[in-house]
């Protein structure tokens, strides 16, 4: 089976993988589908579906309504979604309550040492981001991902399947993502439904435009302000993906190959069954943050909306960076704490606490 990465640039590229479609050569089915998802979405509502007597084909009226994110607003900047014209793609999910809990430091690695099982339980319990690629995979509009990194160990180098609705109007702003059956979990069982919106451009200046793309992340370092000694909160050869899409927005996502599992298959969010010892020893494997970006000649700023580290939401990551065309490569590294900042105080940004630095290779396009 082929495998294809690349750029959010259009064109009719084919999936990552062969469809066995018997539709799968056919132009406009692709351009009436697979066209309509790619692109960023922005998450704008969840609903979850339950049957607390758990039959295998419940009525309707046996269902009760639930809220996998939390009873959070439509719209609320929750969640983002990328599909690249190549294959790739990238989740991010945050429950309401994820900041409900911040952490004993902004060091990944000092955060984990220095915080209860409970608070780390919670983090780990309250967002689902995962990266990988996607495909089409059934003529009734159906979407496989396989994942590839993940904050949830378990789904690591699975296949997800869900349905994609409201894609076949003319008018393709709106996609929603439903599990196809009902899953089991104890004595209930569940399928949860996820609505999605297309984002709209951030207004964000971007005069770099080689940034736009998808990037592998070989490297992720952080040194608390005032030491030398770095940290790798993923080791040395952690595994990662960076979106950034021509409209101004990103997503990152690192994990460790080695994150232990935990003793459930189903994240559940806050409902998942798992011990705080397991939530700890997984959520040490990942690490995730999406938002807005800007560009300059010399610098981006990384507008942080959430982040598997809740020390880090709503904060801003301004890096200088260098840039190796020949090899793709690019090294990011936040500004000196002393530096003048682009927008916000001092304690704003990420690097009045910490230094980070994130090596990345772009994929061919």
């Known amino acids: 089976m082929a495998e294809r990465r690349g750029s959010f640039s259009d064109g009719t590229a084919k999936s990552v993988f062969e469809d ?21 979405w922005k998450l704008f509502s969840a609903v979850g579906k339950e049957n607390p007597v758990a039959f295998c084909d419940p009525p309707e009226a046996l269902l009760r309504t639930t809220f996998p994110l939390g009873a959070q607003k439509r719209g609320n900047n929750r969640g983002i979604a990328f599909f690249s014209d190549k294959g790739d793609c990238a989740v991010f999910c945050f429950h309401e309550s994820h900041e409900d809990v911040k952490l004993g430091s902004e060091d990944p690695t000092a ?14 319990k309250t ?11 059934k003529l009734d509009q159906e979407m ?22 409201h894609l076949r109007s003319t008018e393709s702003t709106k996609m929603e993502l439903a599990t196809p059956v009902m899953r089991t979990s104890g004595l209930a069982s569940e399928y949860q439904s996820f609505q999605w919106i297309k984002a709209p451009p951030s207004s964000q200046e971007l005069v770099t435009p080689w940034i736009v793309g998808v990037w592998d992340i070989s490297s992720f370092e952080v040194t608390k302000n005032g030491s030398t000694d770095k940290s790798f909160p993923l080791g040395k050869y952690p595994t990662g993906v960076a979106f950034y899409d021509p409209g101004g927005y990103y997503g990152i996502i690192i994990s460790d190959s080695a994150a232990p599992v935990v003793s459930t298959s189903n994240f559940l969010f806050l409902n998942t069954l798992a011990s705080t010892k397991e939530c700890k020893a997984s959520y040490q494997g990942s690490f995730a943050l999406y938002g807005t970006y800007s560009t300059n000649s010399t610098t981006f700023v990384h507008r942080i909306w959430h982040c598997t580290l809740p020390n880090w939401s709503h904060m801003i990551m301004e890096t200088e960076h260098t840039f190796d065309r020949i090899n793709r490569e690019c090294l990011i590294t936040t500004v000196a704490e002393s530096a003048p900042k682009s927008e916000g105080s001092h304690v704003d940004h990420i690097s009045s606490s910490v230094k980070v630095v994130l090596k990345m290779k772009k994929r061919a396009s």
């Open 111 to 124: 955060a984990v040492e220095n915080s209860s099982l409970d608070e780390v339980a919670h983090c780990f």
């Open 127 to 137: 967002q689902l981001c995962f990266a990988g690629t996607w495909k089409v995979a």
């Open 20 to 40: 066995r479609s018997p539709l799968a050569d056919i132009p406009a089915f692709r351009k009436d589908f697979r066209g309509k998802i790619l692109g960023t």
């Open 144 to 165: 496989a991902i396989r994942v590839a990194q993940t904050t949830f160990p378990n789904y690591r180098d699975e296949s997800i399947t869900r349905h994609v609705k």
